[in-house]
């Protein structure tokens, strides 16, 4: 056998370099941590290819909870993260949310709120004269009530945080090669073995798969079904010369989403479920634009009746199929396998939450600073799914 190392981490892309950041960090462990990383471009990860975006409005607690942990950390981040005096700026822009409802979906978004604001979210709810009044741009026809995010709520520059994780991560300690894990060897019920692309084999105390879209791939190797499959989602950009400044990230209840970029906006929408196959392309399709995306943002901002599309990209939601939530914590017969997988389009916002959960599992044994046992791969097999009702 090869090298061995305390934690084998299989993906470099944010969540697994915020593990292993989170474990450098932590004094105590002091453990030899790889990160297996099959392109270090980053260039189609969905990382980089997210709109990078952050919210408190879910209507999981633990999602919430997560979030906000996350604006904490990200606020902080040029400290944290600092490298020789040099501090990653994310960018990162408190612009909010602002979730619309229908008279049918009015209940769901005041019990929503009636958690948020519980655990400390800054989130208001707006009436539709409200809305009219804050946001004169807005057609408010159809719409019984908003949530706005005052604080708390906003995007910053994915591609800056990735590269400010892995960069302090690797000043702690962790190293990262290029190369991938094809195979996984057991030894009495523990991942004993990591079998690399480049024939090598790599001993592992522990091994985090963080495999983003082919995580349910790296699961198998372990004789593991996880529901993990990826799916394709577009970004599309367009001009508007007579938009609305000062908008927040506007999700319409139909699904429908968009915010500013610089002097452009960006938008996109989830495909029905029935035209949501697995894919790993990255090929964009522009008819959910013409066909769903824009007529609803004409409708909703009338300025956008009159826009120019300028670009696109499409990346991959790491998406659980059993509830749209995240899969989190150590496999109830393999112990020293963890997961890091699922987060369907919540990745990158949660990512400092699940790489100090993931830490503290490996390091302590337990969750430490938040509990995140609901979302144990356990609750597969007792068919016990935690509905996500806000996934953009």
Not at 58 to 65: A, G, L, W
Not at 180 to 189: A, E, F, I, P, Q
Request: aromatic share 10%; net charge negative; proline share 6%.
């Amino acid at each position: 056998m090869g090298r061995a190392y305390d934690v084998v981490i299989a993906g470099g892309g944010v969540i697994g370099s915020a593990i292993a950041y989170f474990l450098g960090a932590d004094g105590g462990f002091g453990g030899r941590v790889l990160v297996v990383e099959p392109d270090p471009s980053y260039a189609d990860c969905s990382t980089t290819r997210s709109g990078g975006s952050i919210r408190q409005q879910f209507s999981t607690r633990e999602n919430i909870e997560m979030s906000l942990f996350g604006i904490d950390f990200l606020r902080a981040a040029a400290e944290k993260l600092a490298v020789d005096g040099e501090a990653p700026d994310i960018g990162l822009h408190e612009g909010g949310y602002l979730f619309l409802a229908s008279e049918a979906g009015r209940p769901a978004l005041e019990a929503n709120h009636a958690v948020q604001t519980a655990l400390g979210a800054d989130i208001a709810l707006l009436e539709p004269a409200a809305l009219a009044a804050r946001f004169p741009w807005l057609s408010t026809g159809g719409i019984a009530l908003g949530a706005l995010g005052l604080s708390g709520e906003g995007w910053f520059d994915p591609n800056t945080l990735l590269h400010a994780f892995r960069r302090k991560a690797r000043a702690l300690g962790a190293e990262y090669i290029e190369d991938r894990v094809v195979g996984l060897t057991l030894d009495k019920s523990r991942i004993g073995r990591a079998h690399l692309a480049s024939g090598e084999e790599i001993g592992a105390g522990a091994f985090v798969d963080a495999g983003g879209p082919r995580a349910a791939e790296i699961a198998a190797m372990a004789g593991i079904d996880l529901p993990v499959r990826p799916r394709k989602r577009i970004v599309y950009v367009f001009d508007c010369r007579e938009g609305p400044g000062g908008m927040p990230l506007l999700i319409d209840p139909g699904g429908v989403y968009v915010r500013p970029e610089g002097n452009m906006y960006i938008c996109g929408v989830s495909p029905p479920e029935d035209e949501d196959p697995d894919c790993l392309d990255l090929e964009v399709e522009y008819r959910w634009f013409e066909e769903i995306v824009w007529p609803a943002l004409a409708a909703r901002i009338p300025a956008f009746a009159a826009i120019k599309r300028t670009s696109a990209w499409a990346g991959h939601y790491a998406y659980n199929t059993f509830d749209q939530n995240a899969v989190i914590g150590a496999h109830p017969k393999i112990a020293n396998f963890y997961f890091a997988n699922g987060f369907s389009g919540h990745g990158l916002q949660h990512s400092p939450a699940v790489g100090r959960a993931i830490a503290e599992l490996i390091t302590g044994g337990r969750f430490r600073s938040l509990d995140l046992s609901r979302f144990g791969y356990a609750r597969f097999a007792a068919n016990a799914p935690i509905r996500e009702l806000n996934v953009v």
